[in-house]
């Protein structure tokens, strides 16, 4: 199977997934949505892509630092919720977004070996 996709193009799209995330974390709660589905499935989806796009943008970088650093990220706007009106920190999220993490970065070394051209 000949690799036809690019490391560069997936660190772009990491950007641009860690500034979608982060906005959409330090709306205030009243900003947000009414209709949106189950909460804790957003946050995994979104982790789950962020894990994702790390482990398919990184050349150099091992796994469980990918791990690491996405997981922090979400310990940080969790934290951050803490001083956004309606918005808080909750154990669960960072759960969801913990686990999203942990399987995109595992399915991202999966699609790494087929899809990525180095």
């Given at each position: ?29 009243k ?11 957003l946050?995994?989806?979104?982790y ?11 050349v150099k970088?091992?796994?469980?630092l ?13 934290l ?27 399915m ?5 070996k ?5």
């Open positions: 199977m000949r690799k036809f996709l690019s490391s560069k193009l997936f660190k772009v799209l990491f950007a641009i997934g860690v500034l979608a995330i982060f906005i959409g974390s330090i709306m205030p709660g900003q947000l949505p009414s209709n949106l589905p189950w909460d804790k499935a946050h995994f989806i979104g789950f892509g962020l894990g994702f796009l790390a482990r398919m943008g990184s970088r091992p796994w469980w990918l791990m690491v650093a996405c997981i922090g990220f979400s310990l940080i706007i969790e951050l919720q803490m001083f956004i009106p309606n918005r808080g920190f909750e154990w669960m999220d960072l759960a969801a977004n913990s686990l999203g993490v942990i399987c995109g970065v595992l991202g070394m999966l699609g790494k087929f899809l990525i051209r180095e």
